[in-house]
């Protein structure tokens, strides 16, 4: 049996219930305005489906139950809308704590390589920014494979040392450094 036969019986339902069906709402939902929508939806939705709906209670029944249902959707679509938010923020500080740590990280890869002796921070570069090969640095330069493989042992040693619980971030920054160097390339 369809809820509403006509639009008589419909409207005649809504004045007598709406009210109610307010009350009953704002009881969930705990705001006026909210109540009101929830009830709105659900006799526009009642009256978009009518032709459809196949009710075995009665019409009050049925409408207390189609609010209740339409109110605890709100409050579990408020949920997801809150935990979307909180989840946002903490990306967001999450973000900005890496960002500030990457400024703090490279400050500190500056200051250890200002450590170096020149040609040491040479090779260092080279090998970490350029992305060169021991034996193009060799060749490069004019000196021994063995000498780049000290200077750079001797260099991590350093990095180490004074990066020491940057280590993950410098890893980072030298990929990053890497990409955007691919990049220009491409």
């Not at 339902?13 to 709406?18: N, P």
């Not at 004019?142 to 004074?162: C, F, H, N, P, Y």
């Amino acid at each position: 049996m369809a809820l509403f036969k006509d639009t008589a019986q419909f409207e005649m339902a809504y004045k007598q219930y709406f009210s109610m069906l307010v009350g009953f709402s704002f009881q969930y939902v705990e705001d006026s305005d909210v109540a009101e929508d929830v009830v709105q939806e659900v006799f526009s939705n009642l009256w978009n489906q009518s032709d459809h709906l196949e009710v075995k209670t009665n019409v009050k029944s049925y409408l207390f139950g189609a609010v209740r249902n339409a109110c605890l959707n709100h409050l579990r679509h408020l949920k997801v809308v809150e935990s979307h938010a909180q989840a946002s923020m903490q990306v967001e500080e999450s973000d900005q704590t890496t960002f500030m740590e990457m400024d703090e990280l490279r400050e500190k890869l500056e200051s250890a390589l200002k450590q170096l002796p020149e040609k040491r921070r040479q090779i260092f570069e080279m090998s970490r920014f350029e992305d060169k090969k021991y034996h193009e640095i060799a060749e490069e330069l004019d000196i021994s494979i063995k000498t780049v493989e000290t200077q750079m042992s001797r260099a991590l040693k350093v990095m180490r040392e004074v990066l020491g619980s940057y280590l993950v971030y410098l890893i980072i920054f030298t990929l990053i450094m890497l990409l955007e160097g691919c990049r220009g390339k491409i």
